[in-house]
């Protein structure tokens, strides 16, 4: 048994070097970006915290729920509960299937299941993770480029990672905040900071047109900014720009942001 992996709720005052933290790797992360999952798990051990991943983890059911198959989203669900029930924390580079799992797995348990609200209440974007729960404003690095950050709607809208235009209440961005420690990052300012790219999962592929078209909007936001770099915490957003870039040879590259705070170099221009 896990020292820490109990079934109790989340107890907030656990040191970070006592932690046990289960790392939730999405699936288009673990089959096309792969480094990001990487990168994720050397942030949380520089931070002292003890990192396990569950390896018969699977999709959180985003896609299917998304598409309205909430049949076929439950036992996905269940099966993520169980999973990572008991760990201090679950931590996950991925906004949207962190939203998942916070905002919408309500709809496939009792109210009064306890499992079910531990891991709700335990599970975290990574940069929600180093910022709120262990109380990290400074990363120890340096990213000489001027860079510019996509927020993803479901970190601003259902995750409060972030503020938002269309509410008044001040929050801090918890990306901007890790991003803007690094020596030499020069962070462009957007002029439309939080719109959408028009990936929305299967939206992008049943409204083919309005997607792109949202996408090529956002990029060119991102590179009107004079940025060389966009950064996001969503894997998902990222792969849906960079699939227009590269097909318009726009001037600008994508990084997810625990690339960035991890050390990553950029990759040479295709």
């Not at 803007?180 to 083919?208: H, Q």
Request: hydrophobic share 40%; proline share 6%; with cysteine.
């Amino acid at each position: 048994m896990l020292l820490g992996k109990t079934n109790a709720p989340l107890v907030t005052e656990i040191p970070a070097r006592y932690m046990n933290v289960a790392l939730f790797v999405p699936c288009y992360i673990d089959q096309f970006f792969p480094d990001v999952a990487i990168a994720t798990l050397e942030l949380l051990e520089a931070q002292g915290v003890t990192v396990h991943f569950p390896p018969s983890q699977t999709c959180c059911g985003q896609p299917m729920a998304n598409t309205g198959c909430s049949a076929e989203a439950a036992p996905v669900a269940r099966q993520f509960v169980e999973m990572f029930a008991g760990y201090d924390a679950v931590v996950c580079p991925s906004g949207s299937c962190v939203s998942m799992v916070r905002n919408h797995y309500g709809d496939y348990f009792a109210p009064d299941d306890e499992q079910f609200t531990q891991v709700r209440d335990a599970t975290f974007e990574l940069c929600e993770f180093l910022v709120d729960r262990l109380n990290v404003r400074e990363i120890e690095g340096r990213f000489p480029h001027k860079v510019s950050i996509h927020s993803s709607c479901h970190g601003l809208r259902e995750l409060r990672l972030g503020p938002c235009s269309e509410q008044q209440t001040p929050r801090e961005n918890r990306l901007r905040i890790l991003l803007e420690s690094l020596a030499d990052v020069e962070i462009m300012p957007l002029t439309r900071i939080d719109e959408c790219c028009g990936f929305g999962g299967t939206f992008a592929v049943t409204e083919r047109e309005t997607s792109v078209a949202m996408g090529v909007d956002r990029v060119q936001d991102h590179i009107a900014a004079g940025s060389e770099v966009m950064i996001a915490g969503d894997m998902s957003c990222l792969m849906h720009m960079q699939g227009l870039i590269s097909r318009r040879k726009m001037p600008l590259r994508v990084m997810h942001i625990a690339q960035a705070l991890a050390g990553r170099e950029l990759a040479p221009s295709p």
